[in-house]
């Protein structure tokens, strides 16, 4: 099963739910990979720590290990094999592992671009669609992974499309800003026209060496997050910007969605939505809405400083970081708040998107 987490528009979470997301996942049981395909690699670094993501891009024997180099041969012309490799684990999870990104990743868009909009016709093109998709699979094989999520970058060009097209589902992180709801109404066209390329040309890339796997792409929900709350419910202008947002998706996002087959049944996102539906629904009464994230505040810093996600952070961590008092309580507190919605959040993917195979 392999997820996409995109939104083009920047600065709504997407690194951050994604990292928290697979760890809250490999607490489940499941086996994660984490994909970086943002040329910034802030998910690597996230998920590494500081050391090892330093080591790891200078180091001989890891440093060709990340995601633009792993296709580089396919993408040179010098072979019509990948190797997939090991890749490294997020540290203090042996269960969560991370393809690198890469800053240099941009320089494959023109190539990719071309190759995708002449359909197959320059056979010299015709495997890059498909070569990034094979590698991420390869190394999805060899860690025996149960669960990839996908990181993109904040934009439409044709790596995006093309990490999008290799996934069987997507998640869109929102936040309560006026441009959020504009970029809603924009993904729509966007997913829905890459989507439809994905299913109306893969048969012009038959005997290519790397093929896109085949299956629609669909929904499973947006997640509000970045937003400050007061009297333990969202402040009133974040909260009436979110609800402009969920209906825009209830109404507008999701039936176009339903009308090119990108949805779930209605019954899974229904069954999704009584998952902490009593403790979450004084903030979130959407049926398409995983859940609202406040905004991490000081312990996001904590969180980057001891890489690990924030409903891992210890009292050791906070009192390292001399909080005592109200502002210890307050932030146990927190914690405890994130670790209930990152868990509902975790069991409606797992709910929606169980048996995908079987639905396409």
């Not at 580089?72 to 890749?87: I, K, Q, T, V, W």
């Not at 671009?113 to 699979?137: C, F, H, N």
């Not at 709910?351 to 195979?357: A, F, K, M, N, R």
Request: glycine share 6%.
């Amino acid at each position: 099963m392999r997820t996409a987490i995109f939104n083009h528009k920047g600065g709504v979470g997407k690194t951050v739910l994604a990292y928290h997301l697979a760890w809250k996942l490999t607490q489940k049981g499941k086996r994660v990979l984490l994909v970086d395909g943002d040329s910034q690699v802030n998910l690597t670094a996230l998920s590494m720590g500081t050391e090892a993501f330093e080591n790891h891009y200078v180091t001989d024997e890891t440093r060709s290990r990340n995601i633009r180099d792993g296709v580089a041969d396919a993408f040179e012309g010098r072979s019509s094999n990948l190797e997939g490799f090991d890749c490294p684990n997020a540290l203090g999870n042996d269960k969560l592992f991370i393809l690198p990104g890469h800053p240099e990743l941009s320089t494959l868009e023109g190539q990719l671009s071309l190759a995708q909009e002449t359909y197959g016709s320059l056979s010299v093109l015709r495997s890059l669609p498909g070569a990034l998709s094979a590698l991420i699979g390869r190394i999805e094989r060899r860690h025996r992974i149960d669960i990839t999520l996908v990181d993109l970058n904040p934009g439409l060009g044709a790596i995006n499309q093309n990490l999008f097209s290799s996934c069987k589902s997507f998640i869109v992180p929102t936040n309560p800003d006026p441009f959020s709801l504009m970029a809603v109404d924009t993904l729509r066209d966007v997913v829905i026209r890459w989507n439809n390329w994905k299913e109306n040309n893969l048969d012009k890339y038959l005997g290519a060496d790397f093929l896109l796997p085949k299956g629609t792409i669909r929904f499973i929900g947006n997640v509000n997050a970045r937003f400050n709350k007061h009297a333990s419910k969202a402040g009133a202008k974040f909260d009436e910007r979110m609800r402009m947002i969920d209906s825009e998706i209830y109404s507008r996002f999701a039936p176009a969605l339903d009308s090119a087959g990108m949805l779930y049944s209605r019954e899974k996102y229904e069954r999704a939505f009584e998952i902490g539906k009593e403790e979450l629904s004084p903030d979130s009464k959407a049926l398409y809405a995983l859940a609202r994230i406040p905004d991490f505040q000081s312990l996001i810093q904590y969180s980057y400083k001891y890489t690990k996600p924030v409903f891992c952070l210890t009292d050791s961590n906070l009192r390292a970081e001399r909080l005592g008092g109200n502002s210890l309580r307050d932030a146990k507190s927190n914690i405890a708040e994130f670790e209930f919605i990152f868990n509902c959040i975790a069991n409606k993917f797992l709910l929606i998107s169980q048996d995908d195979d079987s639905e396409d």
